[in-house]
């Protein structure tokens, strides 16, 4: 029964003609989590896509909502890092380290001598950037912009 599920979940997705998600990408877990909101489709949608690798596939063919002239920009990049990894990301921010914060931070751009600065914030403003009403990967990275414009040495760098 699953297998059919599955089956019948691709074919539906690679007829799509759907735009891909901003937040989490192209791939089945957009198509088949597609028009619901909230943070569970999300994460659901992103875990999809990430773990079964069919955004290569997409990509590759033009199928499940994916381009393939597409161009890859930074904020993308940011995107698709921060859809794929906001648990691990919620956690590292919560206490102000580890490997995925470390990741975004090299994204963002920041140097080595304000990472200190940037962890420090993220674990002190945690409530303000992963505030209720924050519930796409686009609000959280707003709001994580709007602390670090407050912060002297983090407002010269910008979210693309």
């Known amino acids: 029964m699953m297998k059919k599920l599955i089956v019948a979940a691709v074919l539906v997705a690679c007829s799509s003609a759907a735009m891909a998600d901003n937040d989490i990408g192209c791939g089945l877990g957009t198509q088949v989590w597609a028009g619901q909101k909230g943070l569970g489709p999300k994460v659901l949608g992103a875990t999809t896509?990430?773990?079964?690798g069919n955004q290569t596939f997409g990509i590759t063919f033009g199928t499940l909502g994916c381009r393939q002239n597409g161009v890859v920009t930074a904020s993308a990049r940011l995107g698709e890092f921060m859809g794929n990894n906001q648990e691990s990301?919620?956690?590292?921010?919560?206490?102000?380290?580890?490997?995925?914060?470390?990741?975004?931070?090299?994204?963002?751009?920041?140097?080595e001598q304000d990472k200190t600065v940037f962890f420090n914030a993220t674990k002190t403003n945690f409530a303000t950037i992963y505030a209720a009403n924050n519930q796409t990967t686009g609000q959280v990275?707003?709001?994580l912009q709007s602390v670090m414009a407050q912060d002297a040495t983090l407002s010269a760098y910008k979210i693309a």
């Open 49 to 52: 896509n990430g773990t079964f």
């Open 89 to 111: 990301l919620a956690r590292d921010m919560s206490v102000g380290q580890g490997e995925s914060l470390n990741v975004l931070a090299n994204l963002i751009g920041i140097k």
């Open 141 to 143: 990275l707003a709001a």
